[in-house]
């Protein structure tokens, strides 16, 4: 089975830079595309960015653009979340997650990590 393993979580100050890593064993990646997402209290689960493994294009939603990077690392089968100038607003539990397939369906997901900035 996929199993993806994240980390990078924790607690900054307003401004502050973090780095989220997801590691990938147990499948196929040359058609999969990965995938962040988030969850903040009260909120709907909303899409961060995503990356298409096999040639590194990349989406991200218009709040993060210019600010968040995603990127991957063929060799250690690792997908990153660059997270520079950090709002408030970015608190969230960021989710790492697996479309194997590439077809628009996410079907393994990480556990969850936490990334909370103080104001």
């Known amino acids: 089975q996929v199993q993806l393993v994240e980390s990078g979580g924790g607690l900054v100050q307003a401004g502050a830079s973090l780095r989220l890593s997801c590691a990938v064993s147990g499948g196929t990646l040359s058609r999969t595309h990965m995938g962040w997402f988030r969850q903040a209290p009260g909120s709907e689960r909303e899409s961060v960015a995503r990356?298409?493994?096999?040639?590194?294009?990349?989406y991200y939603t218009m709040s993060v653009k210019g600010r968040f990077t995603i990127s991957r690392s063929v060799a250690k089968s690792t997908v990153y979340l660059q997270m520079n100038s950090l709002k408030p607003e970015d608190t969230a539990i960021y989710y790492c997650?697996?479309?194997?397939?590439?077809?628009?369906?996410?079907?393994?997901w990480g556990q969850g990590t936490q990334v909370t900035v103080s104001s």
């Open positions: 997650a697996a479309d194997l397939r590439g077809d628009g369906t996410y079907e393994y």
């Open positions: 990356i298409a493994w096999f040639d590194g294009s990349t």
